[in-house]
C-alpha cells in the first residue's frame, strides 16, 4: 500500500472515529435519567416502505421485505436500541445503549410486519443487582439470548464486559429484572478503545462465543473478532464491507456461520446497512494476512433512496423451512433519527 492511500486509510479511521465519538456524546447528553423499576412501555407504530420513491419495492438483494415500522414512546427511556434477538410467539428482545432490557411482541399479519405490543423495559442489573449508574456503565452494545433455555449475554463498551444472565423470558417480564450470574471481562479488550467495544456478540453451535468489536482494528484494517470458550479466547481479524463497522451478528447456521450487519455513515451519503455472511470455520484457517473474501459473502445493501437509519441490531426467526430476519436501529435519542424496525426474508442463493 501506497503512502497516499495509507494516509487515506487513516484519515479515513480518524473521521469514523471522530464520528462516533460525537454520537456517543450526543446520546450521553440527550438520554434521560435512569428509572430503576419494571415497567410496561407503551409503543405507537407507523408504517414504512422499503423504498419510499418507489412503493413496489419489495426486495434488495437476498432480502424480500416483509415489512417495517417506525417506533415511538412517551417513555423517555426509550431508544438507543443497540442488540435484538428473537423468540417464540413474536415475542422480540432487545437491549439499550443506556442500559435497559425492552421487550415487545410483533404484530403479524399474513406473514407481514405491521404492528407491535406488549411493551416491557427495565434496567439491565449488574452481579450485585444494581442498574448502572451512568452511561458509561450501562453502554449496552450487543446480545445473545436463547429463548430455549433463557440464557442470555450482554456485551458493553467503555467498560468493556460481559455479563451474563439464565432463565430470561420476554413473556415473563420478572425475570428482566434479575442480577447477573456472572461478568467477564476478558484481557484480550483490555486495550480497545473505550467506544470500540464487543458490539456483536453470537453464540455459535457449540456453545463458544463470538464477539466482534466495532472498532478495534489491526494492522490488516481486521475487526477483532474474539472467540470465547469457557476460560479460553482466541482472536480472529473480520474485514467489514469497505466503509463499515460491524454492529450486530447473529449465528445464521450450524456450527459456525454468522449474518452480520455493518453500518457506514457520510454527510452526503447518509447511512448505508451492509449484511453478509461470514463463515468463522473458513476465516480460521486464513494466514494473518489473509484477504476474508473467500469467508465472507454480502447479501443485501440498504442505502438511499431506501428508508435505512443506524442498524445496530439482528435477529432471526425460522418458521416453515423459511428464514426471516429483523433488523434495528439506534436512534441516538437523536430527534433526526428514528427507532426502525424491519422484517426481511432471506432467499436462497
Do not use: C
Not at 93 to 104: C, E, H
Not at 108 to 114: A, K
Amino acid at each position: 500500500m501506497g503512502d497516499n492511500m495509507k494516509r487515506a486509510k487513516t484519515r479515513y479511521y480518524v473521521v469514523a472515529a471522530t464520528f462516533a465519538v460525537l454520537l456517543a456524546a450526543v446520546a450521553y447528553a440527550l438520554a434521560p435519567a435512569r428509572d430503576a423499576a419494571l415497567a410496561p412501555l407503551q409503543l405507537t407504530t407507523a408504517l414504512v416502505a422499503l423504498n419510499p420513491d418507489d412503493p413496489a419495492q419489495l426486495s434488495v438483494g437476498r432480502l424480500r421485505y416483509m415489512g417495517g415500522l417506525v417506533l415511538k414512546s412517551t417513555n423517555d427511556s426509550f431508544g438507543g436500541l443497540s442488540g435484538l434477538r428473537a423468540g417464540a410467539n413474536g415475542r422480540m428482545l432487545a437491549i439499550s445503549d443506556t442500559g435497559y432490557w425492552v421487550a415487545f411482541t410483533t404484530v403479524e399479519r399474513d406473514g407481514r410486519l405491521v404492528g407491535v405490543s406488549d411493551g416491557i423495559i427495565t434496567p439491565i442489573l449488574d452481579a450485585a443487582g444494581k442498574p448502572p449508574v451512568d452511561k458509561e456503565a450501562g453502554d449496552a452494545e450487543g446480545l445473545e439470548w436463547d429463548p430455549a433455555t433463557g440464557d442470555a449475554v450482554v456485551s458493553f463498551e467503555q467498560d468493556h464486559r460481559l455479563q451474563f444472565y439464565r432463565g430470561i423470558d420476554p413473556a415473563n417480564p420478572a425475570t428482566l429484572a434479575q442480577a447477573a450470574t456472572q461478568v467477564r471481562r476478558d484481557p484480550a479488550t483490555a486495550k480497545w478503545p473505550d467506544n470500540a467495544g464487543g458490539e456483536s456478540v453470537a453464540r455459535s453451535g457449540d456453545g463458544t462465543l463470538a464477539v466482534i468489536s466495532e472498532d478495534a482494528i489491526d494492522n490488516y484494517g481486521r475487526h477483532d473478532l474474539l472467540l470465547i470458550d469457557g476460560d479460553a479466547t482466541r482472536r480472529l481479524g473480520y474485514v467489514s464491507p469497505k466503509g463499515t463497522r460491524p454492529t450486530d451478528a447473529v449465528l445464521l447456521a450450524a456450527p459456525d456461520t454468522l449474518l452480520i450487519v455493518n453500518r457506514s455513515y457520510s454527510p452526503l451519503g447518509g447511512v448505508t446497512a451492509v449484511l453478509e455472511i461470514l463463515d468463522i470455520g473458513a476465516l480460521a484457517k486464513l494466514p494473518d494476512s489473509g484477504v476474508a473474501g473467500t469467508a465472507q459473502q454480502q447479501i443485501a445493501r440498504l442505502a438511499k433512496p431506501l428508508t435505512v437509519d443506524n442498524m445496530e441490531g439482528i435477529a432471526l426467526r425460522r418458521e416453515g423451512g423459511r428464514t426471516f430476519v429483523y433488523l434495528v436501529s439506534d436512534d441516538n435519542f437523536n430527534p433526526l433519527q428514528r427507532t426502525i424496525l424491519f422484517k426481511f426474508e432471506l432467499l436462497p442463493e
